[in-house]
């Protein structure tokens, strides 16, 4: 399955709701669907590049740089992540916290804590060891979360890559006219310059843009 073709699609809500139907239908482990699912449930909330908590391969990982089991912290309802390495901070660490949410469903928290049980019930948690990985005890890498997760979403032509958990929390404010909402959006991603921009997908092509741009030189022109 090709992930270079279609249409990127920011994950939203609809879109969780989907993978996680198809999810429960499918023939995978049950450890297997608590880990993919947790990784769709922590990027999203995060705002994470999929590199920054999967390892590249499925047998090999980077102790220096993949997120391991002594990068997760659990504690008082929070998910702390400690990143090693990320693509704006080369390899200075940043802590990202995450905390839990009414709805157990889409809870960060409560996905993480119920693979970690489930892990340590089989004997695969290990602080020493990436956090993600399946059942068998294989890294869940970036391209076979991807290739999974597309298999369980059905978005007619589109396409999840994994810009898609990242961009997904971006665009939803987005749509809030607040101006306010833009220091969210920073913060949700770690942003601290404009380059949230480009995380954000618009659903017309660009007109929407256009026409924000064009109202205002025209708003200036004719003052």
Known sequence: MSLHKGKTVPVDFYVLKNIRKNIKMSDLSKGDKKVIWTVCIVAFWGCFRLGEILPKTKTTFDRFSDLLGADVSLRGGKLSLNLKS????????VKVS??????????????????????????????????????????LSKNFFLKQTNLFFHGEGKILTGKSFRCGIPTLLSKFNDIHDIKLIKAAGRWKSSAYRTYIVEDDGGIANFHKISKLLLKEFFL
Do not use: Y
Not at 98 to 125: E, N, R, Y
Not at 126 to 132: A, D, E, I, Q
């Open 98 to 139: 995450l905390s839990k949410i009414d709805w157990p469903g889409l809870c960060p928290v409560h996905a993480m804590k119920s693979l970690k049980k489930f892990q340590k019930h089989k004997g695969t948690w290990s602080k020493t060891l990436p956090v993600f990985r399946t059942e068998n005890g294989a890294n």
């Open 86 to 93: 990320t693509k704006t901070r080369g390899t200075v660490p």
